[in-house]
């Protein structure tokens, strides 16, 4: 028998119990003992690989993501944007790729409700004939920060108390309080958007901008969007409390029924574009992640639609093993200078391979479905049958060649090192806006909600009036209802 004919998979599956060298085991519910009361033997192999392998079977989880459910289907284009892309998998109306995509909360701990008040991760991995494609993002179209050196120390203040493990509204109005940036992701988070009622009713953002490419390579920004064919649905507050109460799984329980029953959640997915040469043509700049592009200026282009028709098949291989990667780009595809995507397309793979280990992208559910070849060998988990004699390039004993040349960007890139703001910041006009455009009902509960916040014994008088003032920034009316209900003086 060919060894390397078969992988490990239920397909293979013995019809009787073994150890994990495939040694018969003939008594799996008794410890060998001295005696049929004596002291347990080390010797037991069997006993001491069974508690080795349990102690062992949850890996860390996600520092941020970690609650999440995944779900298996296609994406179809149904519009062209060749004359945009030279993306493989976007090459023509009609073309599928299989993908997978994880939706999750991202602050709590992996076993936490799904109702908590809290952004919900939207990642997307294309499994393209080019390679893995994967849009990680959420379903806020914004984020707290600019630039990520902020990034662990928002996410620290969004985590429970490490003293008491327990979340605080001051301590992320705090740290916030000195990003006035933030009050874009605030607008939604405490909005009614900020509890959707399960994964299928979620608008999905690659937040950052990207770049597309074409065959002559010419340079386009773009914004990813998804929107669910079934509309978006939210939570009010006191219905979070009892849905969480009664089953605090039960966004994976919605999503996995719907599959189970033929209901197939679709989104369709959407870009904005933008020429490069008009970058500075705006009040705000295009590559900051805590702005949107307003649609009445970029108007939405409809590229094509996403089915999720198959539940996962493990829960572990394909939730928790499942790793994505922002710097998981295509041909035709490329990064902006978005100083927050430019961290993470580090950060996403260092994370990646502390949590599951070097040899993560050779997991099944991580490891690309096309041909692949390159000299990363050997390491920890390495499960990839090798039998060549040449491990580098080149050489004339090796065929493989590299592949051909795809277009990069061309923009020029000059100045001087420094560490420092944006120059158009413009913090507080969206926010303004979007509290604008909701009716009055919506915008109470809002003030409602951030006043309840406001109001925790730790959130000083300082911290108080800095928060009045960028709102009334943003809205003179909603800084002098969010006073009223503060029982404090307008700053407007």
Not at 19 to 43: C, D, K, Y
Not at 200 to 217: A, C, S
Not at 281 to 305: A, N
Not at 344 to 352: K, L
Request: charged share 25%; hydrophobic share 35%; aromatic share 12%.
């Amino acid at each position: 028998m060919d060894p390397y004919k078969h992988r490990p998979s239920s397909a293979f599956n013995a019809p009787y119990v073994t150890t994990n060298q495939g040694i018969p085991v003939w008594n799996n519910t008794s410890s060998l003992t001295i005696g049929n009361r004596g002291p347990v033997l080390l010797e037991d192999y069997h006993l001491i690989e069974k508690f080795a392998t349990f102690t062992r079977e949850r890996i860390p989880e996600r520092i941020v993501h970690a609650r999440g459910a995944s779900a298996k289907g296609f994406f179809e284009v149904t519009h062209d944007v060749s004359h945009l892309t030279c993306a493989d998998f976007l090459r023509a109306p009609g073309v599928q790729t299989p993908v997978i995509v994880r939706f999750s909360t991202v602050i709590h701990e992996r076993g936490s409700p799904e109702t908590i008040r809290d952004p919900r991760g939207f990642a997307t991995k294309f499994y393209t004939r080019e390679g893995n494609f994967d849009i990680v993002g959420n379903n806020i179209p914004v984020f707290f920060t600019r630039d990520a050196l902020q990034f662990p120390d928002v996410i620290r203040a969004f985590k429970p108390n490490p003293k008491t493990h327990i979340q605080e509204s001051w301590r992320y109005l705090d740290f916030c309080s000195h990003l006035p940036e933030s009050c874009s992701t605030f607008m939604y988070f405490y909005d009614d958007w900020g509890i959707p009622s399960d994964y299928r009713h979620i608008d999905g953002y690659g937040v950052h901008t990207f770049m597309f490419l074409n065959k002559e390579g010419r340079e386009t920004y773009v914004k990813f969007h998804w929107r669910p064919t079934c509309g978006q649905k939210f939570m009010m507050d006191e219905e979070a409390v009892i849905v969480g109460g009664t089953n605090h799984s039960h966004a994976t329980k919605d999503l996995s029924d719907s599959i189970a029953s033929g209901n197939y959640p679709e989104w369709r997915f959407y870009i904005q574009t933008m020429n490069p040469a008009d970058e500075n043509k705006f009040d705000f700049d295009p590559l900051d992640d805590t702005k949107i592009w307003p649609e009445d200026l970029f108007p939405l282009q409809p590229v094509g639609r996403m089915v999720l028709n198959k539940n996962i098949d493990n829960f572990f291989n394909e939730n928790e093993m499942l790793a994505f990667n922002p710097a998981a780009i295509v041909p035709g595809i490329y990064f902006t200078n978005d100083k927050m995507l430019q961290t993470r397309t580090f950060a996403y793979a260092d994370t990646q391979r502390h949590r599951l280990g070097p040899n993560y992208l050779q997991l099944p559910v991580n490891a690309p479905k096309c041909p692949h070849h390159n000299n990363h060998r050997d390491g920890a988990m390495n499960m990839v049958h090798r039998d060549e004699e040449v491990d580098y390039f080149p050489s004339r004993f090796d065929p493989v060649r590299p592949s051909e040349r795809v277009p990069m960007p061309r923009i020029v890139v000059n100045g001087i090192r420094e560490k420092t703001v944006i120059t158009k910041e413009n913090n507080f006009k969206q926010p303004g806006d979007l509290f604008r455009s909701w009716p009055r009902d919506r915008q109470e509960r809002w003030i409602k909600r951030f006043a309840d916040g406001l109001s925790d014994p730790r959130v000083t008088h300082e911290i108080k009036s800095v928060w009045l003032s960028y709102w009334s920034q943003c809205d003179r009316g909603l800084g002098q209802r969010l006073a009223s209900r503060l029982g404090m003086k307008s700053l407007m």
